[in-house]
């Protein structure tokens, strides 16, 4: 079934419903301090495995240190963003189309899901500006090779939930991991007030 770019809710935890443009948000037992609340956002599902990003660990280095070019583009949150803890030493661009834009047929840039696009870093920006609502660049990415996430879901490591293109761009002072919640049916919308520590309650 097609769902709307702007859709919303709890896709059943299987592999089959990881799509581009799903959010894998880590499960309440999650603990490891890399991914405990951590949402991250599916950019491909194949036979290959999966790759997505981190969409709520933001750094404090400045895009203007290591890509210069793309600080204008970032704005306004101009850092760069962890990604995951694979290739540490590259780079990746996700932006948001602006509504009605169609970006068919140009260079460095390939649709991902709705509105949400990648976007080659080593391309010139800006040709994208009048293009995008914003962008953000991760730094590193989250991979599983192919039948590994199948066991995550299946211990419940993850949920897995529509996205919106406004998560790609959350504030980063937003709680993403409980925003995200919050806007499901119960049960999943109680989870968003689970204590990061769980040793307090």
């Known amino acids: 079934m097609h769902m709307p770019e702007d859709s919303e809710g709890f896709r059943p935890s299987s592999i089959q419903s990881v799509l581009p443009g799903s959010l894998l948000l880590a499960g309440t037992s999650m603990l490891e301090p890399i991914f405990r609340r951590t949402v991250i956002y599916v950019i491909e599902n194949n036979d290959g495995g999966t790759l997505g990003v981190v969409i709520n660990r933001p750094t404090e280095t400045p895009i203007a240190v290591g890509l210069p070019q793309w600080a204008d583009l970032c704005k306004p949150s101009d850092v760069f963003y ?27 840039v390939s649709r991902v899901s709705g509105r949400v696009v990648m976007i080659d870093v080593d391309a010139d920006p800006a040709p994208f500006a009048a293009a995008l609502e914003s962008a ?29 293109p406004g998560d790609v761009l959350a504030d980063p002072g937003t709680d993403l991991w409980g925003a995200v919640l919050r806007r499901q049916p119960m049960p999943w919308a109680m989870l968003a007030t689970h204590p990061i520590d769980v040793d307090r309650n």
């Open 82 to 108: 962890l990604g995951g803890p694979v290739k540490l030493e590259g780079a990746l661009c996700l932006g948001v189309l602006k509504p009605g834009v169609s970006i068919e047929g140009a260079d460095g």
């Open 136 to 164: 953000r660049i991760f730094v590193g990415y989250a991979g599983w090779t192919f039948g590994q996430l199948d066991g995550e879901l299946a211990r419940d490591d993850w949920m897995v939930f529509t996205s919106r």
